[in-house]
C-alpha cells in the first residue's frame, strides 16, 4: 500500500526560535497520520527540530549535505552530522543548488551516496527548465539527470530513497504541471528506475512531486497512481496550509 510522503522544504526562512515555536504548535495540532510529514529546515534549526519533534510522527531533515566524510572542508555539514542530530532525510540536487552553486549530477550522486553510508535517506530532486519542455524534450532530460545523479548510487532497499521531480519553471512561481503532467513524468521515472533496480524496487520506491504544491491543487496531484506525495515549498511555511495537506494525504 502507498504511504504518502508530504515533505517541508523550508528553504532559508525561519530563525531557531521561530522553528521551536512552529514545531510546538505542529506537535499540538498533529491528527493521527497515516501518511508521513517531514520537515527540511535550514540547518541551524535542526537542534530545534530534535527538541520538540523527536518521538512524535514528524521526521525531519536537512536540505544539503557534504559529498565528503570529514576534513577541512569549511562551511560543509556531512551526513554523520545530521545522523547524530536525528535527521531522517536529506534533500541532494535541488534545482537551486544545482543552478546557484553548479552542482553536477556527479556530485548529486556523491552525496547521496554518502547519506546512504550514514543510513539517512535521500531525497533526489531532478526536474527540467521551461525552455527544455518547450522543446518537447522534458522526459529525456529529466531520465539523463535521473541517471546521472544516481550513478553508483545502491539504496539497500525502495524505502531508502526518494525522487522528487520538481519541474523548475513551477518552483516558486505559482505555475505548476498538471496532474496529467507529473503523472507522465512520474510514470517515466519510475520505468527508469525499474530497469535500473528492479521492477519491484520501482514500485515502493516514493516519487514527490515539487513546484507550487497547496491544498488547492494536492488533492488532485495525489489522485494520481504514480505520485506518492509532495515536495512542498511556501505553503509548507504556514502552519494551517501544512496541516491542510498532512490532512489530504490522510
Known sequence: MRRVLVAGNWKMHKVPSEARVWFAELKRLLPPLESEAAVLPAFPILPAAKEVLSGTQVAYGAQDVSSHREGAYTGEVSARMLKDLGCRYAIVGHSERRRYHGETDALVAEKARRLLEEGLTPILCVGEPLEVRERGEAVPYTLAQLGGSL????????????????????????????????????????????????????????????????????????????????????????????????????
Do not use: C, K
Open 151 to 250: 550513478e553508483g548510487v545502491s539504496p539497500p532497499g525502495p524505502e531508502d530513497l526518494v525522487i522528487a521531480y520538481e519541474p523548475v519553471w513551477a518552483i516558486g512561481t505559482g505555475r505548476n504541471a498538471t496532474p496529467e503532467d507529473a503523472e507522465a513524468m512520474h510514470q517515466a521515472l519510475r520505468q527508469a528506475l525499474a530497469e535500473r533496480y528492479g521492477e519491484g524496487f520501482a514500485q515502493r520506491v516514493r516519487i514527490l512531486y515539487g513546484g507550487s504544491v497547496n491544498p488547492q491543487n494536492f488533492a488532485d496531484l495525489l489522485s494520481m497512481p504514480n505520485v506518492d506525495g509532495g515536495l512542498v515549498g511556501g505553503a509548507s511555511l504556514e502552519l494551517p496550509s501544512f496541516l491542510a495537506l498532512l490532512r489530504l494525504a490522510g
